[in-house]
């Protein structure tokens, strides 16, 4: 079955700095690709996502790349702000073999800390 | 658009009761609603998939007969957590697929639901 990792689990920057978050996946079927961000004690919340036939995209200070090579993709974040310290999870889908629907198999996190 | 919903945000209940969570898509339907598991620090785990109208698929390791999960509207499904323990202390988040988007692979993510069992 799929397994994504991801790498680093903690990261501090200092604001106006980039941070970079990188995940790697197994199952070569896997064909969407999102990116979430969770606050302390709340729901995870889409912050950009990508489909295995784009290699990048950019939502303002945000982006991904995808490398379906080398089964893996990242979190760009640019001009680092205090307010996108959080948790970042990526997420690579895997079908359910029996429905034909898919379910998301999350990669372990990252705690990003943007220092002021 | 895609809202969901959790209810109760948090609740404490004492060990061997039972808790009901409520997860709704409150301005789209849902053809399916997922269950997850998130302990402290660490990330979402799927707990189990249900449609509407039919019995959820659970994964590996999560017991069906602790975990009920019914799925009852398009727009409505419950989890109830049988005979509690302290290590079902938890959050846990439901996301919805909505109905229609066949070609979209998107999960909207309710609040979470903060459980402790005492």
């Known amino acids: 079955g799929e397994n994504v990792e991801q790498h680093p689990s903690t990261l501090s920057v200092q604001e106006g700095d980039s941070a970079v978050i990188k995940c790697t996946y197994s199952?070569?079927?896997?064909?969407?690709f999102p990116w979430y961000k969770q606050e302390l004690g709340k729901g995870p919340q889409l912050i950009i996502d990508?489909?295995?036939?784009?290699g990048e995209k950019k939502d303002q200070r945000i982006a991904v790349t995808l490398n379906k090579t080398a089964k893996h993709f990242s979190l760009h974040i640019t001009e680092t702000q205090p307010e996108d310290s959080a948790v970042y999870f990526c997420?690579?889908?895997?079908?359910?073999?029996?429905?034909?629907?898919?379910?998301?198999?999350f990669g372990t996190g990252t705690r990003l800390k943007v220092l002021a | 658009g895609a809202v969901v919903s959790q209810h109760p945000s948090w609740v404490i209940c004492k060990s061997g009761t039972s808790v009901k969570i409520e997860c709704r898509s409150l301005?789209?339907?849902?053809?399916?609603m997922f269950w997850y598991r998130q302990f402290p620090k660490q990330s979402l785990m799927l707990m189990a998939t249900?449609?509407?109208?039919?019995?959820?698929?659970?994964e590996q390791g999560v017991e069906k007969d602790k975990f009920l999960i019914n799925h009852a509207s398009l727009t409505l499904s419950t989890l109830t957590v049988t005979s509690a323990h302290p290590e079902d202390s938890s959050f846990y988040i439901c996301?919805?697929?909505?109905?229609?988007?066949?070609?979209?692979?998107?999960?909207?993510f309710g609040p979470g639901t903060r459980l402790t069992v005492t």
């Open positions: 199952d070569s079927a896997s064909n969407y």
């Open positions: 301005d789209f339907q849902a053809t399916t």
């Open positions: 249900s449609n509407e109208g039919s019995k959820a698929t659970y």
């Open positions: 996301s919805a697929r909505r109905l229609g988007q066949l070609s979209s692979y998107e999960q909207y």
């Open positions: 990508i489909r295995s036939n784009v």
């Open positions: 997420a690579a889908t895997a079908p359910f073999l029996t429905s034909g629907t898919y379910k998301y198999i």
